[in-house]
T-cell receptor, first 114, second 113 residues
């Protein structure tokens, strides 16, 4: 089974801090994704990556950046955290860019910005 | 662009009742279709999938058939349990969109004993 591991289940940070959310997958997947999930807004794609050192903006990239230095690891960075970034963050991976294979999700990180 | 519409919840049922969650889609290409389930406090888990027209996906007693003529992928289960209480998401993946998922808004299901 595919295992997508997010480093923290719960995280509390302060406004203005630089926040790192880490995600690791163990199945040599090429694609990795970061979403946020908010009540009434569903899942929204923040950033994604099809390969090492590659990144593409999703639907709501403002206030975020990402890093993919190794194939198995995809980090989401909040450059200067703000209260409106309090949310559930979900990482996912899938096999290849044009394969239409399902995405596999981690357990999520519930981030609170105070 | 692509879109997925699913019935709004919450859907409240008694144990052993029949569950249907409607899902329709719009896509420019030939998408694959998925149902994901999210239990309280957890991430999304793939429940079932179908990759072409008339395919039936099934898992844990849940079924959904890819209907191209009606652009639908309705989720059904014949006899629900309390443990099926969760949020269910319909989603599509279009190769032309590079394997990005388009999600429906999610349907919360509550099964009472």
């Amino acid at each position: 089974d595919v295992k997508v591991t997010q480093s923290s289940r719960y995280l509390v940070k302060r406004t203005g801090e630089k926040v790192f959310l880490e995600c690791v997958q163990d199945m040599d997947h090429e694609n990795m994704f970061w979403y946020r999930q908010d009540p009434g807004l569903g899942l929204r794609l923040i950033y994604f990556s099809y390969d090492v050192k590659m990144k593409e903006k999703g639907d709501i990239p403002e206030g975020y950046s990402v890093s993919r230095e190794k194939k198995e690891r995809f980090s989401l960075i909040l450059e200067s955290a703000s209260t409106n970034q309090t949310s559930m963050y979900l990482c996912a991976s899938s096999l290849q860019r044009f394969s239409n294979q399902p995405q596999h999700f981690g357990d999520g990180t519930r981030l609170s910005i105070l | 662009g692509n879109s997925v519409t699913q019935m709004e919840g919450p859907v409240t049922l008694s144990e052993e009742a029949f569950l249907t969650i409607n899902c329709t889609y719009t896509a420019t290409g030939y998408p694959s279709l998925f149902w994901y389930v999210q239990y309280p406090g957890e991430g999304l888990q793939l429940l079932l999938k179908a990759t072409k027209a008339d395919d039936k996906g099934s898992n844990k007693g849940f079924e959904a058939t890819y209907r191209k003529e009606t652009t639908s992928f309705h989720l059904e289960k014949g006899s629900v349990q309390v443990s099926d209480s969760a949020v269910y998401f319909c989603a599509l993946s279009d190769e032309a969109a590079g394997n990005k998922l388009t999600f429906g808004g999610g349907t919360r299901v509550l099964v009472k004993p």
